[in-house]
């Protein structure tokens, strides 16, 4: 069965300095992994996505991610934080069980970037 | 832009009442899903149609039901509200066919107390 880890509940940063939020999947074949993000009182709003070729996906508000097959993980970057990044974060895969498109969503990450 | 809306912002029912949260998405989407949202959690997939009329279950249908009587809009029904069922429900759409690709586009979410 499809299944998505984000092993940190909370990520603190300084604002300024590089971020990395971690999320690990487990699917069968070929996985499409997406990344979300959700502010205060707020509806999820869609990141980026890898769904083929290069591994280093490119996003909005300056985030990335990179997909690594061999250790299985889709981690969010950005290299200098802002403030404004504070949020809850979740990585999400697509299940292929069926034609629809269904996701399955960690437990969510909470970023808080410190001034 | 894509735009998903929810009925209600907040919420508050009695145990035992019928509660109705709707959802409306204007880019003619085929899917529409209905999520909970709790603490440490993430998203839970409630049910999801594909189609007018139709619907599946995700992973957490009981105590619920959904309706699809028109393409832009889908219902969540508690039909006898409980105290657990105290949540942030969320809902979104996505493009259908067979494509798994795919971003869902989510509503701002609708926080149930139920007393």
């Known amino acids: 069965a499809q299944s998505v880890a984000q092993p940190e509940d909370q990520v603190n940063v300084a604002e300024g300095n590089p971020l990395t939020v971690k999320c690990t999947y487990s699917v069968s074949g070929n996985p499409y992994l997406f990344w979300y993000v959700q502010y205060p009182n707020r509806g999820l709003q869609f990141l980026l996505k890898y769904i083929t070729g290069d591994n280093l996906v490119k996003g909005s508000y300056g985030f990335e991610a990179e997909f690594n097959k061999s250790q299985t993980s889709f981690h969010l970057k950005k290299p200098s934080a802002l403030v404004s990044d504070s949020a809850l974060y979740f990585c999400?895969?697509?299940?292929?069980?069926?034609?629809?498109?269904?996701?399955?969503f960690g437990t969510g990450t909470l970023l808080a970037v410190q001034p | 832009d894509v735009k998903v809306t929810q009925s209600s912002r907040y919420l508050v029912k009695r145990t035992g009442e019928k509660v109705f949260l709707e959802c409306v998405q204007d880019?003619?989407?085929?899917?529409m899903f209905w999520y909970r949202q709790d603490p440490g959690l993430g998203l839970r997939l409630i049910y999801f149609s594909y189609d007018v009329k139709m619907k599946e279950k995700g992973d957490i249908p009981e105590g619920y039901s959904v309706s699809r009587e028109k393409k832009e809009r889908f219902s969540l029904i508690l039909e006898s509200a409980s105290t657990n069922q105290t949540s942030m429900y969320l809902c979104a759409s996505s493009p259908g066919g067979l494509a798994p690709t795919h971003e869902q586009y989510f509503g701002p979410g609708t926080r149930l107390t139920v007393t």
């Open positions: 880019m003619d989407h085929e899917n």
């Open positions: 999400a895969v697509r299940d292929r069980g069926g034609a629809t498109n269904k996701l399955i």
